[in-house]
Structure formats: structure tokens, C-alpha cells
């Protein structure tokens, strides 16, 4: 039972480039997240999808797109990577409203 | 809208000792309310949620956490800290109107003392 399954874990990026992380998940979610998470700043939702088909921007959306592949997958891209988007990057999902989120491992990512 | 305020950023504690993590929320209806802990290198994990069942709600790992309203207030508890129990401890409150989305405190970061 995989849960959430982030792709890559780790991944170093030059500023200008292009780059997308990958998020599936196994457990019939409805609903899924995009986080960012810095030190003293807590997680920020980047995009979110409440359903196959919808997405919306969170809290932290500028330089970021997401396409909701299917019900399992959730993708972010970083068009061109500045050195501010160096962060941990997670996705969650849920099944639906007032349900606890389930978090994958993350994906830390330096631009230099 | 909602909020929430996690009161101390580092709290230290020696083994043995009762932990206590503060968290209070703002919010113009019934919230439901997580805590999540955080390992180091890992994701988050779902230690307790209250949904308005009952006021004292048990999680796993020994943790347990009080909702109360008058308050505003959803703080996290353990008799005893084990050194295992070192990690960063968030509390969320659900999105307004049956939003999927929670927002997130900043964090409490908890290290026990041996």
C-alpha cells in the first residue's frame, strides 16, 4: 500500500530551467495538494485539485502550473526555476471535505 | 477566514516530562482540527483530528489533544515524552464552508532531552 508517491526525491536545477514533479496516489482520493515548505514558513498550498478535471490556485501560485492528469496523478512544473522556488515540495490528497490529508515523502529541490 | 496560531516555535523538554504543544484557531464556523507530526526527511502523519464528536480526542503514539471552544484553542498533550517523539508538530484547521483545503500553523518544533 504505497499511499502518496512523489517522483524525484531530490533534484538540483540550474536558474532558467524546466522541470516537473510527479505525484500519484493509490487510495481513490478525490482531492489533492501541492505544498511548499520553508523553514519558519509552515506548509503553503501552492495548487490544489478538488477533482479530476479542477484545479485552482492556493496561497503561493506564481511560476507554478499543475495538470491533473487523471483521478491518481497530479503534476507541478516549474517553467523556469528561480532560485526562490528552492524548497520541499509535498503532495497530499484526501477523499473530501473535513478528511485528514495524506502527505507523500516530498521532493527537495535546489535552483542555483 | 481561517487561521492558526502555533504558540512557540522550538519548545524543549526532558524525557519523562509532559509535553504540551500549543495551537489556536480562528474560524467563523464549527472547525474541524488536525494535529500532523513530521520526522525528519518524511512527510507529514496524521496524529489526531477532531470532528466534533468529542472535546478530548486520542491519537496515536500516546498524544491527545482538548478542544475548547471558549478558547479557541486545540492543544496537544503527552504525559511522558519519549526521545522518539523529537519532530515538527503542525496544526491545521479545515477550509471555510466545506473546503477541501486546511490551513496550516507554522509549526512547533519539539526536542526532548535526555
Not at chain 2, 474560524?27 to 513530521?38: D, I, M
Not at chain 2, 515538527?88 to 512547533?108: D, I, P, R
Request: aromatic share 12%.
Amino acid at each position: 500500500n504505497a499511499g502518496v508517491t512523489q517522483t524525484p526525491k531530490f533534484q538540483v536545477l540550474k536558474t532558467g530551467q524546466s522541470m516537473t514533479l510527479q505525484c500519484a496516489q493509490d487510495m481513490n482520493h478525490n482531492s489533492m495538494y501541492w505544498y511548499r515548505q520553508d523553514p519558519g514558513m509552515g506548509l503553503r498550498l501552492i495548487y490544489y485539485s478538488a477533482s479530476e478535471g479542477t484545479t485552482d490556485k492556493g496561497e503561493v501560485p506564481n511560476g507554478y502550473n499543475v495538470s491533473r492528469l487523471n483521478k491518481r496523478e497530479f503534476s507541478l512544473r516549474l517553467e523556469s526555476a528561480a532560485p526562490s522556488q528552492t524548497s520541499v515540495y509535498f503532495c497530499a490528497s484526501t477523499l473530501g471535505p473535513y478528511q485528514p490529508q495524506h502527505f507523500g515523502d516530498g521532493t527537495r529541490l535546489s535552483i542555483l | 477566514a481561517q487561521s492558526v496560531t502555533q504558540l512557540g516555535s522550538h519548545v524543549s523538554v526532558s524525557e519523562g516530562a509532559l509535553v504540551l504543544l500549543r495551537c489556536n484557531y480562528s474560524s467563523s464556523v464549527p472547525p474541524y482540527l488536525f494535529w500532523y507530526v513530521q520526522y525528519p526527511n518524511q512527510g507529514l502523519q496524521l496524529l489526531l483530528k477532531y470532528t466534533s464528536a468529542a472535546t478530548l480526542v486520542k491519537g496515536i503514539n500516546g498524544f491527545e489533544a482538548e478542544f475548547k471552544k471558549s478558547e479557541t484553542s486545540f492543544h496537544l498533550t503527552k504525559p511522558s515524552a519519549h526521545m522518539s517523539d523529537a519532530a515538527e508538530y503542525f496544526c491545521a484547521v479545515s477550509g471555510q464552508g466545506g473546503s477541501e483545503k486546511l490551513v496550516f500553523g507554522k509549526g512547533t518544533k519539539l526536542t526532548v532531552n535526555p
